[in-house]
């Protein structure tokens, strides 16, 4: 459970229409900025890769996931991760998690497009992604602590919060 009050909490989710945007005191909707951090499974990732930085390992980056979680809550956004085998499940459950949703940036994980042998992987990410999100600004991290960092830079230039 999160440190935050619980009564904090309460509100917060008390307060959200059924579309996930906040609503006012009055009932009015107000815009909440939604990211999607789309990663690969970390115990999928092939760690003898040299491709990868050195000393990377599962817990590592499961570690690096949920500091990217709570930087992207602590600008005021909603953040949901998708992380997705390196297998032809990837990208259906790419668009099963954009379907429905608004998501005003797509951050894909440096994991997915770093190694040369990830390119077949890293392409049917951008495709799921450019068919599920075509509004989406498209953002990339080199590890998982700058994922709201990355957010920020293409939110920013798109004009968005």
Not at 28 to 43: A, S, Y
Not at 87 to 101: C, F, H, K, V, Y
Request: glycine share 10%; proline share 8%.
């Amino acid at each position: 459970m999160s440190s935050r009050p619980r009564n904090k909490i309460f509100w917060f989710y008390g307060n959200l229409s059924r579309s996930g945007r906040r609503l006012s005191p009055c009932g009015r909707r107000e815009i909440m900025t939604r990211i999607l951090f789309i990663g690969q499974k970390p115990e999928t990732v092939d760690y003898s890769d040299p491709a990868l930085p050195p000393g990377f390992d599962a817990e590592k980056i499961a570690a690096g996931i949920a500091v990217a979680v709570a930087d992207i809550e602590a600008r005021g956004w909603q953040g949901d991760t998708c992380m997705i085998a390196p297998d032809e499940t990837a990208g259906p459950a790419i668009e099963r998690q954009l379907s429905g949703t608004h998501y005003d940036c797509v951050v894909i994980g440096g994991g997915l497009r770093i190694p040369p042998r990830s390119l077949g992987l890293f392409e049917i990410v951008i495709n799921a992604v450019h068919k599920g999100a075509p509004g989406a600004a498209i953002a990339f991290n080199t590890r998982p602590e700058d994922t709201a960092e990355a957010a920020a830079r293409q939110l920013a230039r798109s004009g968005r919060p």
